[in-house]
T-cell receptor, first 112, second 114 residues
Framework: GNSVTQMEGPVTLSEEAFLTINCTYT??????LFWYVQYPGEGLQLLLK?????DKGSNKGFEATYRKETTSFHLEKGSVQVSDSAVYFC???????????FGKGTLLTVNP | DTAVSQTPKYLVTQMGNDKSIKCEQN?????MYWYKQDSKKFLKIMFS???????INETVPNRFSPKSPDKAHLNLHINSLELGDSAVYFC?????????????FGPGTRLTVT
C-alpha cells in the first residue's frame, strides 16, 4: 500500500542550526506531498505542499522539493528558532479515494 | 472565526459508555474527515465524507459510527468504549477530495477511557 517514511526523532538542535528532516514516499498514483506541523497541545497545520515533480514548497523559512527520481520530500530550514519546536509530519495524498497518509512524525526540539 | 472546531476538547469516560464528538467547519468545504492519533503521535484516517456521502471507511470497529447531518458537520459516535479507544481524535476538512486539496484540521479531542 501507499506509505510515507520519515526519519525518526527526536531531533534536538541549537537555535540557528540547520535542519533537515528526511521523508520518502511511495510513488504510485502521482501523489501530492505535504508537510504538516503540530505545536504542543494543538492540531495540525499545513506547513507547505508540492503537487508535482520538481515543485518546491516553502513557508516560514522551511522548504521541501518534490523529487521524483529519489521519491523524497525532505524538509529543510537554514536557521531554526526555539518557536519551531514541534512535531513535523510528512504526508502523501494520491491513489484511490485520495487518502492522506502520514509518516510517523518527527519531534523537533530547539534549544536557546 | 474558527475554521474547524471540535467539541469537547477533553472527554474522560468509563469503559462501556457511549459518547459523541462533534465537528463543524465554516469554510464551505465539501469533504470532511476523522483521524485518530495514538500515544506515539501516529495519525491514521478513520473516515471521510464528501457531500455527506461516505467515501473512506478504514478498518475501524463498527462501534465507531460517523454521522454527517449536512456538509458543515461530521460527528463521531462511539459505542461501548474500550481502553484502547483512548487517543486524540482530529476532525479535518478540505475543499474537495482531489489529491492536491489541502486539509484543515481541528484542535483535537483528547479521549481518555478509564
Amino acid at each position: 500500500g501507499n506509505s510515507v517514511t520519515q526519519m525518526e526523532g527526536p531531533v534536538t538542535l541549537s537555535e540557528e542550526a540547520f535542519l533537515t528532516i528526511n521523508c520518502t514516499y511511495t510513488a504510485t498514483g502521482y501523489p501530492s506531498l505535504f508537510w504538516y506541523v503540530q505545536y504542543p497541545g494543538e492540531g495540525l497545520q499545513l506547513l507547505l505542499k508540492a503537487t508535482k515533480a520538481d515543485d518546491k514548497g516553502s513557508n516560514k523559512g522551511f522548504e521541501a522539493t518534490y523529487r521524483k527520481e529519489t521519491t523524497s520530500f525532505h524538509l529543510e530550514k537554514g536557521s531554526v528558532q526555539v518557536s519551531d519546536s514541534a512535531v513535523y509530519f510528512c504526508a502523501r495524498r494520491g491513489g484511490s479515494n485520495y487518502k492522506l497518509t502520514f509518516g510517523k512524525g518527527t519531534l523537533l526540539t530547539v534549544n536557546p | 472565526d474558527t475554521a474547524v472546531s471540535q467539541t469537547p476538547k477533553y472527554l474522560v469516560t468509563q469503559m462501556g459508555n457511549d459518547k459523541s464528538i462533534k465537528c463543524e467547519q465554516n469554510l464551505g468545504h465539501d469533504t470532511m474527515y476523522w483521524y485518530k492519533q495514538d500515544s506515539k503521535k501516529f495519525l491514521k484516517i478513520m473516515f471521510s465524507y464528501n457531500n455527506k456521502e461516505l467515501i473512506i471507511n478504514e478498518t475501524v470497529p463498527n462501534r465507531f459510527s460517523p454521522k454527517s447531518p449536512d456538509k458543515a458537520h461530521l460527528n463521531l459516535h462511539i459505542n461501548s468504549l474500550e481502553l484502547g479507544d483512548s487517543a486524540v481524535y482530529f476532525c479535518a476538512s478540505s475543499r474537495g477530495d482531489r489529491g492536491s486539496d489541502e486539509q484543515y484540521f481541528g484542535p483535537g479531542t483528547r479521549l481518555t477511557v478509564t
